[in-house]
């Protein structure tokens, strides 16, 4: 299983992004994927996931009204648009995949496989 993340770069303050994550050589049906994110010297946080089957979405707050997730479920994709960045969006941003329920959507420990991540720079 493979979950490939792109779409990262410099951005200015107030600009936007969008990231993907592919998930190749499946072999299970996903029931989450997520987006985290991990500043330097600083823990990985959530910020948002989306339930595969009924697309319900989740966020944290930091990022809730600027960020959409999405998915693909054709091509197993799923994006992270991102709208009036700010500096402290500055962040590896990973995505990250579980088959089944493992415990809430914003905990790491939820999730199985993860990508290699991609970094946004937004520059003030």
């Known amino acids: 299983v493979q979950l490939q993340a792109s779409g990262g770069g410099l951005v200015q303050a107030g600009g936007s992004l969008r990231l993907s994550c592919a998930a190749s050589a499946l072999t299970f049906s996903i029931y989450s994927m997520a987006w985290f994110r991990q500043a330097p010297g600083k823990e990985r946080e959530f910020v948002g996931a989306?339930?595969?089957?009924?697309?319900?979405?989740y966020y944290a707050d930091s990022v809730k009204g600027r960020f959409t997730i999405s998915r693909d479920t054709a091509t197993n994709t799923i994006y992270l648009q991102m709208n009036s960045l700010k500096p402290e969006d500055t962040s590896v941003y990973y995505c990250?995949?579980?088959?089944?329920?493992?415990?809430?959507?914003?905990?790491?420990?939820?999730?199985?496989?993860w990508g290699q991540g991609t970094l946004v720079t937004v520059s003030s």
């Open positions: 989306i339930n595969w089957r009924r697309g319900n979405t």
């Open positions: 990250a995949a579980t088959s089944y329920y493992r415990g809430s959507v914003s905990a790491k420990e939820s999730y199985y496989y």
